[in-house]
């Protein structure tokens, strides 16, 4: 194609769409990063006018598997105010002899002769860097290092402020209850469509204290 030419879409209408359904993302993206700023406010009503705009435009279905139904609402999530903050640790493991540096028995101030090996992933046992001027089988005489060891997980928790504002939930499970009260009848696998979205605000919903 000449450089001049200007690209035409395959289907508009399709890239439309997903233009649309990520400039929804963003919006609710932003919330997430403002709702404890003087611009929540602002930032909630565009994530509506954006929300109104794809779900009329383009609908907004509930996801289903089977007989499970599934809150996939950009908007209706947003309003749920919790999200997931994880609890990691870590250990410091020696670099001589990967046990916890603060109970093994090598000393932080002492020089030890080690032999130069570099892992798989190309940092240096020495040093512990990626492109060290070492090589593989040479003895020098270094300190020992930290390594941090792999993060473990400990738990998944659901807190109102998570340290990751973008980590909320992505889908919430509809109880068939609520589903057919919402209804009039129940779903019986049938495809929902969502029209939440469209409507007036109807409120925030905060992680209820659990004591
Ligand atoms: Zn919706
Ligand atoms: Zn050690
Ligand atoms: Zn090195
Ligand atoms: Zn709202």
């Known amino acids: 194609m000449p450089p001049h030419a200007i690209a035409q879409p395959a289907d508009p209408w399709r890239e439309l769409e997903a233009a649309a359904r990520t400039s929804l993302a963003r919006a609710v993206d932003a919330y997430n990063f403002l709702e404890d700023s003087e611009l929540s406010e602002l930032a909630h009503r565009h ?3 954006v929300a109104a705009l794809v779900g009329g435009l383009f609908g907004c ?3 289903s598997s089977e007989d499970t139904y599934w809150d996939v ?3 209706t999530l947003m309003h749920d105010r919790w999200g997931m903050s994880a609890g990691f640790t870590s250990t410091r493991n020696c670099s001589l002899c ?3 540096i603060d109970t093994c028995p090598h000393l932080l101030d002492t020089r030890y002769d080690i032999t130069v090996r570099h892992a798989r992933d190309g940092r240096c046992n020495v040093c512990g860097r990626l492109g060290c001027p070492h090589t593989d089988g040479e003895t020098v005489s ?3 290092r930290p390594v941090m060891s792999e993060m473990q997980l400990h738990e998944v928790s659901l807190v ?5 504002p973008l980590a909320r939930l992505a889908k919430i499970e509809l109880s068939q209850d609520a589903l057919g009260q919402a209804l009039g009848e129940g779903p019986a696998g049938r495809d929902v469509c969502c029209y939440r979205c469209l409507h007036p605000c109807s409120g925030f ?3 209820p ?3």
């Open 61 to 63: 279905n509930i996801e």
């Open 73 to 75: 609402c950009r908007l």
């Open 209 to 211: 204290n659990r004591h």
């Open 47 to 49: 994530a509506h006018h």
């Open 142 to 144: 270094a300190f020992p």
């Open 160 to 164: 109102s402020r998570p340290r990751d």
């Open 98 to 100: 990967a046990q916890d």
């Open 205 to 207: 919903s905060q992680l």
